[in-house]
């Protein structure tokens, strides 16, 4: 089968022919490929990011927001069958840990994690386990909701960690509006406070603003938008601030935006987080980490799209195309998600 593999950091990716997955355990379960989202992590890890914390060997196959047909199941597995309509829970978990049985997926104590530190969706098949499988609704496809498998599912996450925080007359600001961000801003209308989403991209922003941000403001290299931004919240900077990119230097100015007691969640990331910690305790902000969610957050995210409650944006791109998807996201060509399609 095709499948496109990081062969060396630095380097491209290569589109290899190699063999189909197998089963391996009871609970294994073979993932037809419909759709699989390209997502910056993916540029991360040819940058070598990930070499460190994933201890991958090359060559492997990249690709974690997959959705597609069930293809094969173990002899284990009796709830699923050839056909099925599914989309993957990024993380193959054990089921048995601990924060397993709390429903934590992303802190079980033995999971791997496909296209970090196994072979991934960008490719014909995948192999996962049944614990990470959900079904789709009749109304959906897989190329309509694969980039909410990681994308919309950290989107949900954060915004689920911040809303109960949030209250009418509070201030968000959402940095970047990009794959993720323009997912988190239609989740964060909902939560009451007044949005302020900032971006370097105008297409992006207008974008945000039709999905649901109050306020769009422009980012540029110079700080002057830092005050547009304050403008807005009246001088008194934002209750929380949530940073889609968390690279180039948005750290640095989004803590600016951010109220005494605030809370800064970072989701995207690749730069390192510079901040006297003098400005840490005597102003009482708080950094709060963000890795994809649970499996019910997913499930959950299902239903809303199976209600029609959560509009993806997309750009498909053929599976020969990769190259051509990876260009566009770091040009910032695409908007919304861009997709491969087998
Ligand atoms: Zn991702
Ligand atoms: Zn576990």
């Known amino acids: 089968m095709k499948a496109v593999r990081v062969v060396g950091y630095h380097e491209n990716l290569r589109m290899d022919d190699v063999e189909k997955p197998e089963l391996k355990g009871p609970l294994d379960v073979i993932v037809k490929i419909g759709a699989a989202g390209v997502c910056r992590t993916d540029l991360h890890i040819l940058e070598g990011q990930w070499e460190e914390k994933a201890q991958v060997k090359l060559p492997y196959c990249i690709g974690h927001e997959n959705a597609g047909w069930v293809d094969q199941v173990g002899e284990g597995v009796k709830h699923l069958k050839k056909g099925d309509k599914v989309i993957l829970h990024p993380l193959m978990t054990c089921g048995l840990c601990r924060a397993c049985r709390f429903g934590d997926d992303v802190h079980c104590e033995d999971s791997?994690?496909?296209?970090?530190?196994?072979?991934?969706?960008?490719?014909?098949?995948?192999?996962?386990?049944?614990?990470?499988?959900?079904?789709?609704?009749?109304?959906?496809?897989?190329?309509?909701?694969?980039?909410?498998?990681?994308?919309?599912?950290?989107?949900?996450?954060?915004?689920?960690?911040?809303?109960?925080?949030?209250?009418?007359?509070?201030?968000?600001?959402?940095?970047?509006?990009?794959?993720?961000?323009?997912?988190?801003?239609?989740?964060?209308?909902?939560?009451?406070?007044?949005?302020?989403?900032?971006?370097?991209?105008?297409?992006?922003?207008?974008?945000?603003?039709?999905?649901?941000?109050?306020?769009?403001?422009?980012?540029?290299?110079?700080?002057?938008?830092?005050?547009?931004?304050?403008?807005?919240?009246?001088?008194?900077?934002?209750?929380?601030?949530?940073?889609?990119?968390?690279?180039?230097?948005?750290?640095?100015?989004?803590?600016?935006?951010?109220?005494?007691?605030?809370?800064?969640?970072?989701?995207?990331?690749?730069e390192d987080l510079q901040i006297p910690t003098i400005d840490i305790i005597s102003t009482e902000i708080n950094f709060i980490g963000n890795l994809v969610g649970s499996y019910n957050d997913l499930a959950e995210l299902m239903e809303l799209a199976a209600q029609g409650k959560v509009n993806l944006h997309t750009q498909q791109y053929k599976l020969d195309d990769f190259q051509k998807a990876i260009d566009d996201l770091t040009n910032g060509k695409v908007r919304g998600r861009a997709i491969l399609v087998p």
Not at 156 to 175: E, S, T
Not at 218 to 243: N, Q, R, W
């Open 112 to 270: 791997s994690f496909p296209g970090i530190n196994v072979d991934g969706g960008y490719a014909e098949y995948l192999r996962t386990s049944a614990r990470s499988v959900i079904k789709l609704d009749d109304s959906l496809e897989p190329a309509d909701v694969a980039a909410l498998a990681d994308a919309g599912l950290t989107a949900y996450h954060v915004v689920a960690k911040a809303a109960p925080k949030l209250r009418p007359g509070n201030f968000c600001v959402i940095i970047g509006a990009g794959g993720l961000g323009h997912i988190g801003i239609q989740y964060e209308a909902v939560s009451g406070a007044t949005t302020i989403v900032v971006d370097r991209n105008p297409e992006a922003l207008a974008l945000a603003k039709k999905i649901g941000a109050d306020h769009t403001v422009l980012a540029k290299d110079d700080d002057s938008f830092v005050k547009e931004v304050l403008d807005i919240t009246k001088g008194k900077a934002a209750e929380a601030v949530i940073d889609f990119v968390a690279e180039g230097g948005s750290t640095k100015t989004g803590v600016k935006m951010l109220r005494r007691n605030g809370d800064y969640y970072i989701v995207g990331y690749g």
